[in-house]
C-alpha cells in the first residue's frame, strides 16, 4: 500500500514542476504510445526506504529552471538515464531557481553527487520483492488512445514486463466554470487508475483502485494559473491472496482558505476492511474510520513533503519528498515514424507554429485538422457507421479498458524498441 501511495502522490508531479495550460481537444481515433527505460529500484541498507534517483536531461546552457506553479523551483540533482546513477563531468549538475543565476548550470564534484543521487554501491542494495535485481533496467511502456468523442473519453495502459506491473484507467473530465476558478473533476466513465501486481511473489494478483480528486485551476483573472485540490480520495486493494481483509486508504485533501496563499495540505488514514462488508467499503472520509480498524496515518503538503506513521509508533517517516523528485523525459520514435493518428504527427502543423510564434497559421492548422474529423464524423453518420478503437475493446463500463490484440503488439513493437532490440 506505501509503494502504491507513493505511486498516488508523484503521478501529479507534472502539475507541480510545469505551468498549467490547456491541452490540445484530442481527435476520435488519436492515439499516443512512449515509453522510459529506467534502473531498477533501489533500497537504503539502514532504513530499507526507496532512494530516489533522478534521471533526467541535463539541462542546456539558458534553458530555465523548473519552478512550475510552486515557484520556488527545485535543487535536485540531474543525470542522464544512461549514466545509471554515475557521476560524470557533463552529467553531474544541479539547477536552482533561489537566486538570479538560477539559469545558469553549476557543477558538483563527485562525492556532491553521489551523496545527492545514489548510485551502484554500498549504500543501496536492490529491492528483494521487485523481480529484477538493481544491475537491471527497467521498461514502461505507455499507450492511450481517445474512443469517444461525445463525451471525450481516452483508454490508457501502462505496463512494466520486469516487474510485471500494469496500471489501466479510462481518461474522461468534466469542468465547468465557478467563480473565479475552473473546477475539474472525472467524469462518468473515470472510475480512478486501476495498478494491478501480475508477477510471482508478494502481491500477487492484487488490483489497487484510486480514485481521483476534483481540482481547480486558479489564478484566471492575473494570468498566473495554478492547482488545488479539496476533496477526498480512496485507494482500495482488492484480489490477490485470499483473507477476511484488504487494506484500503482514505485521502483528505484539504479545503483552501479564501485568504492567504494555498497551503495544499492533506492527511488521511490507512485502514483494514472486511471484505465484502458494504459499509466499510463505503466509507470516504478518513473520520468516518473506527480507530481500532486504522494501521496508519498520512499527512504532509502534497506539493513538497509527504509522511506516515504506523499505528502504535512515535515516529514519522518521510513517504515522499517531492522536492526529491523531476520530471523524466518520455522516449518518443520520431515523426517520420509515426501513424498519421499518431498525436504528435497529427498535430505538428500546429505545434511547430506555435514554437515559431506564428499564431495566426497556428489557428488555421487547428481549424483544418477540427474541420477534418467533423467531415468524417459527418460521413459515419450517413453511411451508419460506427468507430472502432484500435487498440482497446469497446466495453469499458467499468473503468477497465482492455487491450485488442493490435493493442498488445503495439506494445510489444515499443518494449522492443525501448530495449534497443
Known sequence: MLAILRFCFSKELKFIRTRLGKPYNSALGEHFRCSWRLPALALDKETGDPVVRTHVHVPI???????????????????????????????????????????????????????????????????????????????????????????????????????????????????????????????????????????????????????????????????SYYGTISDFIQVTCRGGESGPTKLRTLLDYKEESWLGKPKFLLDGVIYRYTVGDEEQEGWTKPKQVPSDKIVGYIEGCWMKQIRYKLKGQKEWKILLDLDQLALIPKDVRPIEEQDEYESRKLWEPVTQQLLSKNWGEATKNKQTIEQAQRDKAQARKDNEETHHARYFEPDYEEGRPVLTAEGKEALEKEIKRCRGE
Open 61 to 223: 546552457p539558458g534553458e530555465p529552471a523548473y519552478g512550475g506553479q510552486g515557484g520556488s523551483g527545485w535543487t535536485t540533482p540531474v543525470l542522464r538515464a544512461e549514466d545509471g546513477g554515475k557521476p560524470s563531468s557533463e552529467a553531474s549538475s544541479i539547477v536552482s531557481s533561489s537566486s538570479k543565476a538560477s539559469k545558469k548550470t553549476k557543477a558538483l564534484d563527485s562525492s556532491q553527487v553521489d551523496r545527492s543521487v545514489p548510485g551502484p554501491g554500498p549504500e543501496v542494495v536492490g529491492d528483494p520483492d521487485a523481480g529484477v535485481v538493481e544491475s537491471e533496467k527497467v521498461t514502461v511502456v505507455f499507450l492511450c488512445e481517445q474512443v469517444s468523442h461525445h463525451p471525450p473519453v481516452s483508454a490508457a495502459y501502462y505496463y512494466c514486463p520486469e516487474k510485471g506491473i500494469e496500471a489501466y484507467c479510462m481518461d474522461q473530465i468534466t469542468a465547468k466554470v465557478s467563480g473565479m476558478s475552473v473546477k475539474v473533476g472525472p467524469g462518468h466513465s473515470n472510475k480512478g487508475i486501476f495498478v494491478r501486481i501480475a508477477r510471482d511473489g508478494p502481491g500477487k494478483g492484487e488490483e489497487y483502485q484510486i480514485s481521483h480528486p476534483s481540482a481547480a485551476v486558479n489564478g484566471i483573472l492575473k494570468g
